[in-house]
């Protein structure tokens, strides 16, 4: 019932920016942690960024000063900025949001599918 809807990918040149977001929907009481990994071709998932409640972010050592996460809690969305992209930035950039459905139900976690982002040389 819960879904996770990325968009704002695509292509761009070296040094150029795209903005993603991820809104939540559906049944939802809460929301802890929301962020995103990303996984380029024959390579494991990464972390890239997590923004929590409070507003304490997270950031991979490979996109500090480059890419910025925030959050707008009315609207269960996250974003992330990211600027000066590098084509090792290519990868599915995946949401993901720590939730609970109810105010009885545990934190777990819920993943978007997806968004493509190519970054060209």
């Known amino acids: 019932q819960v879904q996770l809807v990325e968009s704002g990918g695509g292509l761009v040149q070296a040094g150029g920016s795209l903005r993603l977001s991820c809104t939540a929907s559906?049944?939802?009481?809460?929301?802890?942690?929301m962020g995103w990994y990303r996984q380029a071709p024959g390579k494991q998932r990464d972390f890239v960024a997590t923004?929590?409640?409070?507003?304490?972010?997270n950031y991979a050592d490979s996109v500090k000063g480059r890419f910025t996460i925030s959050r707008d809690n009315a609207k269960n969305t996250v974003y992330l900025q990211m600027n000066g992209l590098k084509p090792d930035d290519t990868a599915v950039y995946l949401c993901?949001?720590?939730?609970?459905?109810?105010?009885?139900?545990?934190?777990?976690?819920?993943w978007g599918q997806g968004t493509q982002v190519t970054v060209s040389s």
């Open positions: 993901f949001a720590g939730l609970q459905e109810g105010r009885s139900s545990a934190y777990r976690p819920y």
């Open positions: 923004i929590y409640s409070g507003g304490s972010t």
């Open positions: 559906g049944s939802i009481f809460s929301i802890n942690d």
